[in-house]
């Protein structure tokens, strides 16, 4: 990181007057936790929660040949998403190592928003516009255009609704319509990162303070909360949604992630990453050497992502995210181990929480799943 000061998003005033507890994230100061971690993650899984996820990166593909140069450097087939529909997907490298998550949305024909990680935004930015040549599709950086505010849990459809005539019933998940929303214009997402019902508004950063506090006064009533990043981990974790970083990496390909889904084989024309991911996808039926997997606490100590797993005194993996889950009351982790150790239920694994193995049940993930 270089030593200038870390950005700040169009609601940073707003934040501080709120007396957020700030932090510098992928180069950002982002607000940590208002008040209680706990008090902010609950309120999303029982009534709503309000986050700042401006410093996410949000890059426009437009033109006549935007799906083409989409579907050659992404692994999804992005040529097939709607108009009004968003999509999960990957970029990799050429040997098929992920460069990050994404969430490409398509606008219109031919007019696509790709949003990536804030710390892997400039990566995406880069590669995209390299992987551009010879298409008849621009690539533009628009991470300063928009500031995005996520309301999310179950009362969120219905303070939404108090402020927009748009027609949010009709708008599934992993969609997205302009709109106006407390006046501001608005593309309306239902997207999260949370597991639970929720929408993603990007908006023009100058509107965001204008908007956060009307969705704030929307929610009054119904035990609204402002929520920091914090609880925005915990959340994602017990919905066993991976973090760049912790269970992705350029080392790891999709199907070393659990996530072979995303990559589309079947679409037509190359795209980068596609031999190198063909045999990882052989190798993943026969030769995986690590699993994705959910570790619930016997005990109350804490694991941290690089803990190591292990059984009969032996290391069998290593623990990518851990926290103190409020939903069950005890802590929790992801971590990559050995196939024989990955079955839900097995027995005598532990995490080694400096020095001491300390026991843990292993679980399919996600550990939370909200009820439809």
Known sequence: MSSSEPRRTALDALHRSLGATMTDFAGWDMPLRYGSERD???????????????????ITVTGPQAAQLLNFALVGNIAS????????????????????????????DTEYLVVANASNAQVVLDALTERAAGFDAEVRDDRDAYALIAVQGPESPGILASLTDADLDGLKYYAGLPGTVAGVPALIARTGYTGEDGFELFVKPEHAVELWQALTKAGEGVGLAPCGLSCRDTLRLEAGMPLYGHELSASLTPFDAGLGRVVKFEKEGDFVGRQALR??????????????????????????????????????GEVT????????????????????????????????????????????????????
Request: hydrophobic letters at 40%.
């Open 81 to 108: 998403v709607g108009v009004g529909r968003a999509r999960y997907t990957m970029i990799c490298r050429p040997d098929g190592g992920i460069l990050d998550d994404l969430i490409v949305y398509r606008l219109g």
């Open 40 to 58: 902010e993650h609950n309120a999303v899984r029982t009534k709503a929660g309000l986050f700042d996820l401006s410093h996410m990166g949000e």
């Open 279 to 316: 045999e990882a996808a052989e190798n993943f039926n026969h030769d995986l050497p690590r699993v994705l997997v959910g570790l619930i606490a016997e005990g109350r100590r804490v694991p941290r992502a690089g803990y190591a797993v292990v059984a009969d005194g032996e290391v069998i």
């Open 321 to 372: 995210s851990g926290a103190p889950s409020p939903t069950l009351g005890k802590p929790i982790a992801m971590a990559y181990v050995e196939p024989e150790h990955a079955a839900p239920g097995t027995t005598g694994v532990c995490v080694d929480i400096r020095g001491s193995h300390e026991p843990y049940e292993v679980v399919a993930l996600p550990f939370y799943k909200r009820q439809k």
